[in-house]
């Protein structure tokens, strides 16, 4: 198993107030670095259908609160996946307490959240020691999903292809630059494929 992420976004301080928090996507984008916060899959296969989830919902099951949805660091970039799964859960009713050790969630902008999870080789996501906060996330956002081992995988791709890139560029044997060129049209009919998973 690997690590589950290898950054943790972050917030930037002394952004503008907007009146709509929709105002907020672009930079919210830039600060998770283009990825989801929950389940960290890149946008890049479906940049469209990101959106801005607030990670105190603004209508809790159940409940309410008096926090404005327009408070920058209570907005998390989203996947379509992780926020239709998350809708408007927050289990402890107090709107201070993210969780109670055992139900909740874990603000993704902490490091301990990289910490819940772990990758299995396939890119799959996994909690980690059978922490029981982080058996409820990863059912509640419903982070099984095979969609982000698929999103995983693409990434992976692409990091291999700019490696096969360089390996070609660096050698003049005829043999091995042909060999590189079929592996990367392999990734390349795989890169593809996944795509238009994606694209259905
Ligand atoms: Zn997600």
């Known amino acids: 198993m690997t690590a589950f992420r290898e950054t943790t976004p972050k917030h930037r301080v002394g952004r503008k107030t907007c009146k709509k928090y929709t105002t907020y996507k672009k930079t919210l984008r830039e600060d998770f670095l283009k990825r989801c916060g929950y389940c960290d899959d890149v946008d890049e296969l479906r940049i469209r ?5 607030h ?14 949805d327009n408070k920058y660091e209570n907005l998390i970039y989203a996947c379509p996946f992780c926020n239709s799964a998350k809708k408007n859960k ?3 009713r107090n709107y ?5 050790g055992i139900q909740g969630f874990v603000n993704p902008t902490l490091i301990k959240y990289g910490k819940l999870f772990r990758r299995n080789a396939d890119g799959s996501i996994a909690v980690f020691n059978g922490n029981p ?4 996330i990863h059912e509640n956002l419903a982070l099984n999903q095979p ?12 990091k291999q292809e700019k490696i096969l890139k360089t390996l070609h560029n660096s050698t003049t044997d005829p043999i091995i630059q042909a060999s590189i060129r ?16 994606y694209n259905k």
């Open 49 to 53: 259908s990101y959106v801005i989830d």
């Open 55 to 68: 990670f105190l919902p603004r209508k809790p099951d159940g409940w309410t609160h008096t926090i404005p």
């Open 90 to 92: 927050w289990p402890t």
């Open 96 to 100: 201070k307490k993210s969780h109670d």
């Open 133 to 136: 906060l982080a058996k409820y």
């Open 147 to 158: 969609i982000h081992a698929l999103n995983w995988k693409f990434e992976k791709i692409l």
């Open 182 to 197: 079929e592996l990367r049209a392999q990734q390349g009919d795989l890169a593809a494929e996944i795509r238009g998973i």
